[in-house]
């Protein structure tokens, strides 16, 4: 009975014994497996090398953009400012001119009402009275004193007066026309201008999703340093475990004369071939025709 159970026990034990071709084949299977490891752990390690990068880029370009958006809105914030100091001004301007211009033609007009009523008294008043030649002043003229010839010609300088106040009271309308259509206009173009606090809002808007956007791409970045650091790690520790495997050791010694061999024999191969050339006498019979 017990030499029966040391028999089974030698028999499972040679059973589990691996053969050296056994051996052979499951270092190579594990080589294999690692190998296969290592360059599934270097294409995830590129992989994520790549998404780092591309993060990098879009933080780059995120802040370009934030940066081109914030100058362009800051110069249009700058033209509207500098659109409505000129509108501020223009009107400013433009009323205290009306404002002269009404009361210097308010002035004239004064004017002229007092010297034609004082006129038309003096004509009446010459009209009961004979003709004289004098020569009265202007201050004689007004208190009643002039002659009906002399109430002509100052009658005549007046008309002439006023037409040129007429005249000078049309170019100061055209000048007010010419004002008001210039008011126009600028209302017309700052209408034309987008809102400054609708363009400041949506820059603001702008400017938080970029910031936003800026906060997602920083978290994911160590994130994927973390990720890539593991995936180094692991990458390190399956080459140490190849390294420190006597049997991976033997292999690449193996392959490595391997490699030797092939070169010595191709370089032999070489000088074989070489001596046959130079031995080999048949191309020089053939060209010289020897034996025909």
Do not use: W
């Not at 009402?113 to 004509?123: A, E, G, K, T, W």
Request: proline share 2%.
């Amino acid at each position: 009975m017990e030499l029966e159970k040391k028999r089974t026990a030698l028999l499972t034990e040679k059973e589990a014994k691996e053969t050296p071709q056994q051996k052979k084949q499951k270092l190579i299977e594990q080589m294999r497996a690692s190998n296969e490891d290592i360059e599934k752990m270097e294409k995830q390690l590129l992989k994520i090398n790549e998404q780092i990068n591309i993060a990098h880029e879009e933080l780059r370009e995120f802040d370009s953009s934030a940066n081109e958006k914030l100058a362009k809105n800051n110069e249009k914030y700058h033209d509207l400012l500098v659109k409505e100091k000129e509108y501020d001004d223009f009107l400013k301007g433009f009323e205290e001119l009306k404002e002269n211009l009404t009361i210097e033609l308010d002035k004239y007009g004064e004017e002229i009402v007092q010297l034609l009523r004082r006129i038309s008294l003096n004509v009446e008043q010459a009209a009961a009275l004979e003709p004289r030649v004098t020569s009265l002043d202007m201050n004689e003229l007004l208190q009643g004193r002039a002659t009906l010839e002399e109430l002509r010609n100052l009658y005549i300088r007046l008309q002439e007066e006023s037409q040129t106040l007429d005249d000078i009271e049309v170019r100061y309308n055209n000048e007010m026309e010419a004002m008001r259509t210039k008011m126009a206009e600028m209302r017309e173009q700052i209408e034309n201008f987008t809102d400054v606090d609708k363009i400041a809002a949506e820059a603001r808007d702008d400017v938080e999703k970029l910031q936003g956007r800026h906060e997602e791409l920083k978290a994911i970045v160590p994130v994927l340093e973390e990720r890539r650091l593991r995936c180094e790690q692991r990458l390190k520790e399956l080459r140490e475990q190849l390294n420190d495997n006597p049997e991976y050791a033997a292999y690449l010694s193996q392959r490595k004369k391997l490699e030797m061999l092939r070169e010595e024999n191709a370089r032999r191969k070489a000088e074989i071939e070489e001596r046959e050339k130079e031995t080999n006498y048949e191309p020089l019979k053939a060209e010289v025709g020897y034996g025909t």
